[in-house]
């Protein structure tokens, strides 16, 4: 029973953190427009707070510039259990357009951290962020929290 | 007072009771506008092999040239795919696809075609929007009056009513922003620049050698004397003026890949073979060989090779028209940084 009860307010509060490791602020704009009235994030209790130890999802961006190499895993230790991980856009999952030869970036970003959700587009529509978001956090941080337990 | 009054009027209604308690965005959120360019769709029996689209493509994971396998009867057919993971979706692949139909279609942009001016002249002038300072100095000097005209924040060359005299492009303070294109003689202007391109590239061949010597962040440089070349152009067209723009504009822009082949590292593995998309590699009695012809120098053999039997390298050219009569084409060549898969 306590379980069942802790699945529901985990589904309904997800709390999320951005993370953009060296992109071009694109995604991150999208992620912003989710915010706005038309798509209204908060009706289905994500919040944005851009702070790890809040969090239960940390939305990663960008394509993993030199300095991130160890603070993204950092950023990943500090997030307390359950959690979960979204790549969002093409620079998480293959570096994109930053990945030319002579480049110094290191993506993909599953090399450093799990990634457990990934939405390619560069970038993504809202609307396809709050996809991925809606149909794979609540189910896997309350199957998470239910492991761990 | 009245706008309480108004507030209080809004909030006793019915349906903004109703919106208050179900506050949902709708579905149509969901719904792509018709205008929103996808990513782009293959048709793979139209494809040609040409590697245009690869060479177009800004982000280096999106697009790969691959082969089916070959049948008993027949070759197996060469078509792009699209890694959704890297494409960004600017439809470059699309516009710059030689077949008609087009093997990649995205959006609708691609398929507009530009107008043609019918003017008796054999330079057309147009201004780059990405360079264009609008200090509108050219309005100013243009001899006609009103061929130049800003709309929308931009300065556009009415090419109905310029007369190409010229005058803007010397009055122009940003190199490039005004540019003069040669509108005649599109087919000599075609043999011409593949004829620039043949040489260069044949220059670098005959220093194969030393191209091989090449290390890692070491930069090999060769100048060429450039007179026979002019010599050989102005046999396909003599207008100088012409042959200068077009080596100049060549060299500016030209990264040329070039692939060697060192006969001693390769084992015959046959890795390559499978790997390349335009038949250039073949396995024969005599081991591995390459087309050179063929090859479209994508660099897929060179990340596919475990023995590092083929070299890789980049070509970058610079060409000074100088006043006492050397016209000297400086050539730098570089190591790509490109990984090896294997």
């Known amino acids: 029973m306590l379980d069942g009860l802790k699945d529901i307010i985990r589904k309904s509060s997800i709390h999320v953190c951005l993370v953009n490791t060296g992109g071009c602020n694109g995604c991150d704009i999208e992620i912003v427009a989710l915010l706005s009235p038309r798509y209204d994030l908060e009706q289905y209790g994500i919040y944005v707070h851009n702070n790890p130890r809040e969090a239960d999802v940390i939305i990663v961006t960008g394509a993993m510039a030199e300095q991130w190499v160890d603070k993204l895993q950092r950023v990943y230790a500090k997030t307390p259990e359950p959690k979960i991980v979204v790549a969002v856009g093409n620079c998480p999952l293959t570096g994109d357009v930053f990945n030319q030869e002579g480049g110094n970036v290191h993506a993909p970003v599953s090399d450093f951290i799990p990634v457990d959700a990934e939405v390619s587009g560069c970038p993504p529509r809202p609307s396809e962020i709050l996809e991925a978001l809606l149909t794979v956090a609540p189910g896997a941080i309350a199957a998470r929290g239910r492991q761990k337990l | ?342």
Not at chain 2, 30 to 37: A, L, N, V
Not at chain 2, 100 to 118: A, M, Q, S
Not at chain 2, 264 to 272: Q, S, V, W
């Open chain 2, 1 to 342: 007072m009245s706008s309480v009054i108004w507030y209080l009027y809004e909030f006793a209604r019915k349906s903004w009771a109703e919106n208050f308690a179900a506050a949902k965005s709708n579905s149509e959120i969901m719904d792509k506008p018709s205008r929103f360019r996808d990513y782009p769709i293959v048709h793979k029996e139209y494809c040609i092999a040409c590697g245009a689209c690869t060479a177009a493509c800004p982000a280096p994971m999106a697009i790969k040239l691959v082969r089916d396998v070959d049948s008993a009867h027949e070759q197996g057919i060469t078509y792009p795919v699209i890694n959704n993971r890297g494409c960004i979706r600017c439809g470059f692949c699309a516009e710059v696809c030689p077949t008609d139909p087009k093997t990649l279609t995205c959006g609708e942009n691609h398929l507009i075609r530009e107008k043609f001016t019918i003017l008796p002249v054999d330079k057309k002038y147009v201004i780059d929007d990405y360079l264009c300072i609008r200090c509108k100095k050219c309005m100013k000097t243009c001899q006609v009056g009103d061929a130049i005209v800003e709309e929308n924040n931009k300065i556009l060359i009415d090419q109905k009513k310029c007369i190409s005299c010229g005058e803007c492009l010397k009055t122009c303070p940003v190199k490039g922003a005004i540019k003069g294109i040669h509108i005649a003689n599109i087919d000599e202007q075609k043999e011409i620049i593949n004829l620039v391109v043949d040489t260069l590239e044949a220059e670098i061949e005959a220093h194969e050698e030393d191209v091989k010597k090449i290390g890692g962040g070491e930069v090999f440089k060769l100048d060429m004397d450039s007179d026979d070349l002019i010599e050989k152009a102005r046999a396909i067209l003599p207008n100088d003026e012409l042959i200068n723009d077009i080596i100049e504009n060549i060299t500016d822009r030209l990264k040329l890949r070039i692939i060697t082949w060192d006969k001693n590292k390769c084992t015959d593995c046959g890795l390559c073979v499978k790997e390349c998309p335009s038949h250039a590699i073949r396995f024969t009695e005599n081991g591995v060989i390459r087309d050179p012809d063929k090859c479209l120098k994508c660099s897929i053999c060179y990340q596919t090779c475990p023995f590092g039997a083929i070299g890789y390298y980049i070509a970058r050219f610079l060409f000074k028209p100088s006043e006492d009569g050397a016209n000297i084409i400086h050539i730098t060549l570089k190591t790509s940084d490109l990984p090896v898969r294997s």
